[in-house]
C-alpha cells in the first residue's frame, strides 16, 4: 500500500507544479520569446489545441475530445494497474506519469473552448524543440523512467 501512496503523492505534486507554472506563465508571460539562457532556455506562451509536438494542431474539436478521451482511458489504466504496484520505482514512474496527464487534461477540460475542447498552456522553450510544459516534461521522463525499469526487469509488484 505504500507504493500506491508513492504514487498518488508524485501524481498530485506534478499536476500542482504544472498548474501553477501555466497560471503564472498565463499572467505574467507578454507575447514573444523571452530568453532565459541565451538561445538554450526561452520561455514562450503558446496555446496548443493538438498533442504533444503539437501534433494534432489544427484538426479542430474532434482532436481535443479523442485526446481527453484517451488520457481518461490512460488514467483508469494507471488507476487499475496501481493497485498491485508495490515497487516505489514503478510507483514514482506511474505517479509521473498520471501527475502529467492530469496537468494536460484539466487544460482540455477547463480552458477555452473549454469541454474536452481547451487548450494545452505550453511555455518552455529549447532550440530545435517544440515549446512545452511541465505535463510533458514528466510524461516523457515517466516514458524513459518505464523503460529503464522494464530493461532493467524491475518487476512492478515486488515480493
Known amino acids: 500500500m505504500r507504493a500506491v501512496k508513492v504514487l498518488i503523492l508524485c501524481a498530485l505534486f506534478t499536476f500542482a507544479a504544472d498548474a501553477i507554472s501555466k497560471t503564472l506563465a498565463n499572467d505574467f508571460l507578454i507575447p514573444g520569446v523571452h530568453s532565459v539562457l541565451g538561445n538554450f532556455l526561452q520561455l514562450e506562451l503558446v496555446n496548443n489545441s493538438g498533442a504533444a509536438f503539437s501534433i494534432g ?3 479542430g474539436d474532434s482532436a481535443g475530445v479523442l485526446f481527453a478521451t484517451l488520457s481518461i482511458a490512460a488514467l483508469i489504466g494507471i488507476g487499475y494497474f496501481a ?25 482540455r477540460i477547463f480552458r477555452s473552448p473549454f469541454w474536452f475542447r481547451g487548450e494545452v498552456v505550453d511555455w518552455i522553450k529549447l532550440p530545435h524543440w517544440p515549446v512545452f510544459n511541465l505535463a ?11 523503460a529503464l525499469l522494464l530493461l532493467k526487469n524491475v518487476k512492478p509488484r515486488q515480493f
Open 136 to 146: 510533458d516534461s514528466s510524461i516523457v521522463i515517466s516514458a524513459v523512467a518505464i
Open 57 to 59: 494542431s489544427g484538426a
Open 83 to 107: 493497485r498491485s504496484v508495490t515497487s516505489k520505482r514503478w510507483a514514482l514512474a506511474l505517479g509521473l506519469l498520471a501527475g502529467g496527464i492530469l496537468g494536460n487534461l484539466s487544460d
